[in-house]
């Protein structure tokens, strides 16, 4: 063997990374198949991907479905590195955001909860914060909300109390 035949240029990436650039492109075209209409129109696409995509959405068979979304990563693939990290930046952003309404959701609803529990002494500390808050129409949800729970009715009043602090404190979900 001479010295030429062990000195093998670089031929571009290896064969394993090739398939980790791949799965990891698949997964985000998984990525892209579930979101919802208004969450796609946010994404950097094409209009030939933005029509696979639909196409793929529309495909409810898992073998079939698995097998468009391939094809759609193939189409993936050929994109620029730049319009890869645009995509995968927007539904990181996306991911954000959704776990910020959660925490937001959870929240109201612990308000909620504890404006059912504690009563009189919770509402003061929600008027206080919200002096605009509407006082009679909050302590008649909460009581109505406690006598649902004692008759063990559905909680139509808990649920109006959950929206109407969502209202007065200016949040969506």
Known sequence: MSNDET???FDGPSRSQRRR????IFKLAESLVTLTDAQLERVPLDDDLLVEVRRT???HQPIARKRETQYLA???RRLEPEEIDAI???LEIDRQQSYRETAQLHQLE???DRLIAEGDSALEEVILEHPDADRQQLRNLIRQANL???KQKPPKASRELFRTLRDM???TG
């Open 7 to 9: 000195d093998v240029a």
């Open 21 to 24: 650039d791949a799965t990891a």
């Open 57 to 59: 959405r529309a495909i």
């Open 74 to 76: 193939k189409l993936m």
């Open 88 to 90: 995968r930046l927007v």
């Open 110 to 112: 612990a308000l909620r």
């Open 148 to 150: 649902e729970a004692k």
């Open 169 to 171: 404190l200016g949040q």
